[in-house]
Nanobody, 124 residues
Framework: QVPLVESGGGLVQAGGSLRLSCAAS????????MGWFRQAPGKEREFVAA????????LYADSVKGRFTISRDNAKNTVYLQMNSLKPEDTAVYYC?????????????????WGQGTQVTVSS
């Protein structure tokens, strides 16, 4: 098990910024692929961004490219999602995910471990 705890969500006006954090436990955190997903009411959970330290690769959904940045601090066992230029359509519950895989996936099935989610609301 890899317990994941998200934080940093909240209410922000359109154009504003938020930084989400995901704290993970486990000595092999640096080997895990880490991802962020989001789920808006009535919609499927969708990929936002993912990062693999092992293969040095980062992926973003087209809808967030240029606005969101994923990063990690292995010393703190934490992955971040910096969200800038937020739009009302970014409103969703944001989930952190992890998988002990060298492959960097963009589907929910690619990740074995999930956090409880943190709400992000962007007002117009």
């Amino acid at each position: 098990q890899v317990p994941l705890v998200e934080s940093g969500g909240g209410l922000v006006q359109a154009g504003g910024s938020l930084r989400l954090s995901c704290a993970a436990s486990g000595r092999t955190f640096s080997r895990y692929a880490m991802g962020w997903f989001r789920q808006a009411p009535g919609k499927e959970r969708e990929f936002v961004a993912a990062l693999s330290w092992t293969i040095g690769r980062i992926l973003y959904a087209d809808s967030v490219k240029g606005r969101f940045t994923i990063s990690r601090d292995n010393a703190k066992n934490t992955v971040y999602l910096q969200m800038n230029s937020l739009k009302p359509e970014d409103t969703a519950v944001y989930y952190c995910a992890a998988d002990n895989s060298i492959r960097l996936g963009v589907g929910t099935a690619d990740y074995a471990y999930w956090g409880q989610g943190t709400q992000v609301t962007v007002s117009s």
